[in-house]
């Protein structure tokens, strides 16, 4: 039901968003593209849309603060919430002898996670009793409204109408003050509007994770610092790549150059190519356990394949004619592998290299998922024991921009260290 | 003895379905030092292998290629090699290509800066020299690679349609810059190109290889080569005997391809 309301709101979003721009912004930008003869069907003519980027981002900002009712969205742009407050129904009990009398249900309910007050209520006259109940919000209450009658449903008294409406087992009944229903003892089942909004147990709203950001950076969580929880992750990921590097490049090359090396190890490289990462975890537990070693070598055997494919793909890809030319400038077969070889291969290298970084990344987090007592998949699994969702979500996040950060950066030493990548 | 002598070559291709194709037969030449030889042929006559025979890539299935009293076995310094597409090192600055050859030889920058420089100069890539492979024009790059062969002083150089990727016009002044190197550096060298005109302009001598199995056709003795240095190439052109040669020529490749052709269809 939420689901169904974000998804229109998301596309409302999305198609407000486009018309007004198209209509108010772009009328005016008439640049050389636009004067195209092609430009529907021409790849090149496509360029992301900054407007619709920042709109993007700040829509799912403003869904998220909007339907968990977040103190950073103004209030009118939140979604309806839950009633909270006092609130009263009334009930017709029916004594086996017919015999009718009404009461009435004080119920006063808490917000999300706030503590239930208890109230009271003054019994009142006849054989119903009036009742008292605290409850939160967006919960149902069984309400057993016979414990002060003086006829009880042992006796053969059941609850025929709510507030003047008919109900029977098995009926549901929908008023102002929310939905009612028997239960199969005849007890009535109350639950009051729960609006639109999201318990912060399923998604807390986006301050209490920024909070919890502050908090965990500060004082830590399981006994260590967001930062040594996050650093304990990368050192994972960087000595694994590293080690997974040192061993993979040189075995590239050598399958690259030797028809031997190439002989001998192919039938490993290719059969350890497609096992993913993640299924080696159990293995590794098993033989080295939950520590460091085991981590390491894990992410060692995650990028080890990658590299090891790049670089013998850079072996292979450099222009016979370059090292041809090479020779026959008087280079020596050593000249030919420093000066030629090795420099021709490094995009592919770094092409390796990415997507190495970012499956050990992906790969450290689910380790650590399995077993650990530091990092940052540890945070969240054992933030998810808890239902403490705002740092199972503030894990992600960080998660996200880490692996995000990590390809820039990567991106932007291909750029310093291999600009003719792609252009020669 | 000196210069370059190719005695009596053949080279035959075993193809992965058991067959072979014989790409050279009984192929003798020899160069003197200074010669600038151009090659001409229709493809698949042989010229490419027959270059990279000499310039040691190949080793040939039958006889020898002697250079300067010893026997070729392989790839040297003494045989420098243009080939078409730069095969130029990106990673490298214009000036790093350049004395790439001296690099490696071991000597120091004192001892190649002034040849490198003075080499730049004459290709007019002064303005150049920082810049990188991938940041020049076509034409710019073939400089380069020009420069880099020289720069190691071989004593043959082996060109493989140096020219054949550049348009018209910077094609022409790349024939003139070529003709002005030959004669400033006295270089032995073999050209091979797909242009009649491009031969007759440049070669001293123009050979005429035939296809199938490659062979030597015909052999030309030329002046135009001569008449070219710092002269007008097109001036040269218009000598009576150059379009004679060149018609006389293109009849011979024409008659080439058509027999290729026929045999194909025969063979159908």
Known sequence: MIGSVILLVYVAIFVLSFLAVRFLVHKTTRDFTSLKTVTFGDESAVTSNRIASIVSVTTVFLIWGSFTGSSWVPGFLHAPGPFVGETSFTYTLETADGVRDDATVYVKVADFGQETESIEAAPGEGIAKDDAVAMNASRTATILFDRNDEVTRKDGARVVAIDGIAIGAGDEIRTETGRFALTDKGAISFAPPSGLQMEPIWLPPPEDVVGRVVEIANEGYRDSTLWRHLGYSLFRVIAGFVFGALLGIPLGYAMGLSDWFRGWFEPIVEFMRPVPPLALIPLVIIWFGIGETGKIILLFLASLWIMAIAARAGVSGVNISKVHAAYSLGASKFQVMRHVIMPNSLPEIFTGARVAMGVCWGTVVAAELVAASEGAGMMIMVASKFQLTDIVLMGIILIGVIGFGIDILMRKAESVLVPWKGRS | MTGLSIENISMRFDLPNGSSVQALKNV?????????????????????????????????????????????????????????????????????????????????????????????????????????????????????????????????????????????????????????????????????????????????????????????????????????????????????????????????????????????????
């Open chain 2, 28 to 268: 003798s030449l020899h160069l003197n030092e200074g010669e600038l030889m151009s090659v001409l042929g229709p493809s698949g006559c042989g010229k490419t292998t027959l270059l990279n025979i000499v310039a040691g890539f190949l080793a040939p299935t039958e006889g020898q290629v002697v250079m300067n009293g010893h026997k070729v076995t392989g790839p040297a310094a003494e045989r420098g090699m243009v080939f078409q597409q730069g095969a130029l090192f990106e990673w490298m600055d214009v000036r790093s290509n350049v004395s790439f050859g001296p690099r490696m030889e071991g000597q120091r920058p004192s001892q190649y800066d002034a040849h490198v420089d003075h080499l730049l100069n004459v290709t007019g890539l002064r303005d150049f020299k920082d810049k990188a492979i991938y940041e020049l024009s076509g034409g710019m790059q073939q400089r380069v690679a020009l420069a880099r062969c020289l720069a190691n002083d071989p004593d043959v150089i082996l060109m493989d349609e140096p020219l054949g990727a550049l348009d018209a016009l910077t094609r022409e002044k790349m024939q003139g810059l070529v003709l002005k190197l030959w004669k400033e550096t006295g270089k032995t060298i073999i050209l091979i190109t797909h242009s009649v005109e491009e031969a007759l302009l440049l070669g001293e001598r123009l050979l005429v290889m035939a296809p199938r199995p490659g062979r030597i056709h015909k052999e030309y003795n030329l002046p135009f080569a001569d008449l070219g240095v710092g002269a007008d190439l097109r001036e040269v052109k218009k000598h009576p005997d150059y379009a004679r040669t060149r018609e006389e020529i293109l009849e011979m490749i024409w008659d080439m391809e058509e027999e290729i052709m026929g045999r194909a269809e025969a063979a159908q």
